[in-house]
């Protein structure tokens, strides 16, 4: 039993917070932290009958002597950051200065072509300092690779490849600012090279030019594209013995109209201007000024994440899909939040019991492919989790170009 503090309050905050609260094994106290406390208020007033006593603080991760002092009140032992993945690092160094452990749900500079996350330059620290910090803990990439993990070693002799496949598996439709959303996939995908790992080699091909052949009967009528995701990168360091590891997703194209005009106009330059004295760059401007439209932040429809094994097991040849999805409308009636953000909900939430339990506890920085994979398997399924495996036949690419 914990005193835990919450950084950053969103949809898996939500989402988290009945879960944590209603299981008083786990936390004997939660603060929910952000910039806007009365976000962090409406959740505390929800959820104020639940057993786990609640309570609320303004935070601000950049103000380092007033986040001090909350830390002289609060006293946590455990801080779970939600914050946005740049501020990671941040929060790391909170967790250290108070030398509580630390777990978090998205890796910094995860894509930058190196696989490792910005986190990780902490290792030493928090071996130092004796505490644990786990970083990645939610579906991409822990759940992902854990269950790619498993069902490698209950179902193959060897696994030749990985296919990881995501249907409708977004927190948000929309993005806050106009530099989420040109960093967002539905926009990059149009115009990057799509990468993979093929016989242990990386390999590009031209956007949108590779495509699964015909439709995979579990998953639905969906056309699913060869598309980047880090994930890609993750598996043949986490997992080297899968020399072939491909990333696909289903692809919405967005009018650019809008966008190109503000090319055009050098709006979305990074190169900073001065103006009377102030120098910003253009499109860290329009950042600030110009909303995104959230018209479409709905999401619907079934979310699936699942991926496509082919090896061999007793010399035979062996394709099998192991996958996870739920209903978005029922989800939200459910729980409050779309499949994506509740299933990222639950595994920092089994993160969480693990840490408290000392089954995820060594001095150190680690992501979830650090400990066995039965153990986070085992916790998720304890919170509702369910996934399948069954066998199916091996996938085929279709090559354009």
Do not use: H
């Not at 609260?21 to 106290?29: F, G, Q, R, T």
């Not at 995860?110 to 970083?135: C, E, M, P, S, Y």
């Not at 959303?181 to 995908?189: E, G, I, N, Q, V």
Request: glycine content about 6%.
């Amino acid at each position: 039993m914990k005193k835990i503090l919450i950084f950053g309050c969103n949809k898996v905050t939500e989402a988290i917070v009945p879960i944590l609260c209603s299981d008083i094994s786990i936390a004997s106290e939660l603060c929910i932290a952000a910039e806007n406390k009365a976000d962090c208020d409406v959740l505390r007033k929800k959820y104020q009958d639940l057993p786990v006593r609640i309570t609320t603080a303004r935070a601000d991760v950049n103000n380092e002597s007033g986040t001090k002092m909350m830390l002289s009140i609060i006293q946590p032992e455990l801080i779970i950051n939600l914050e946005p993945a740049p501020l990671s690092t941040k929060v790391m160094k909170i967790a250290l200065y108070q030398g509580a452990d630390y777990i978090d749900a998205a890796l910094c500079d995860w894509n930058k072509g190196d696989f490792l996350a910005k986190q990780f330059d902490l290792f030493g620290d928090f071996r130092g300092k004796g505490i644990t910090g786990i970083v990645g803990c939610a579906v991409n990439p822990s759940v992902i690779t854990t269950l790619i993990r498993a069902v490698s070693e209950d179902e193959f002799d060897k696994v030749d490849e990985a296919n990881i496949i995501d249907i409708n598996m977004k927190a948000s439709s929309g993005a806050s600012n106009i530099k989420e959303l040109l960093s967002s996939p539905d926009f990059r995908a149009k115009d990057e090279k799509a990468l993979c790992y093929v016989n242990g080699e990386k390999k590009e091909y031209n956007p949108l030019s590779v495509t699964v052949k015909g439709k995979i009967a579990e998953l639905g009528n969906n056309k699913l594209y060869l598309l980047n995701d880090p994930i890609a990168e993750d598996i043949t360091k986490e997992i080297p013995e899968i020399p072939t590891v491909r990333y696909f997703s289903t692809y919405k194209e967005r009018s650019t109209d809008v966008i190109d005009t503000l090319r055009d106009a050098g709006m979305l330059s990074d190169v900073p201007v001065e103006i009377e004295g102030v120098s910003i760059a253009p499109i860290d401007f329009l950042s600030k000024v110009m909303p995104v439209s959230k018209e479409d932040e709905k999401i619907t429809g079934k979310s699936i994440m699942a991926a496509v094994l082919s090896g061999k097991k007793d010399g035979k040849d062996k394709c099998v899909l192991v996958s996870a999805e739920e209903d978005n409308e029922d989800c939200m009636s459910r729980n409050g939040v779309n499949v994506a953000s509740y299933f990222d909900a639950l595994t920092i939430v089994a993160g969480v019991k693990l840490i408290c339990l000392n089954k995820w506890k060594k001095p150190g920085v680690f992501t979830a492919s650090a400990f066995d994979p039965a153990i986070l398997l085992d916790a998720m399924r304890k919170l509702g989790f369910k996934y399948n495996v069954v066998g199916i036949p091996s996938i085929k690419l279709e090559i354009k170009g």
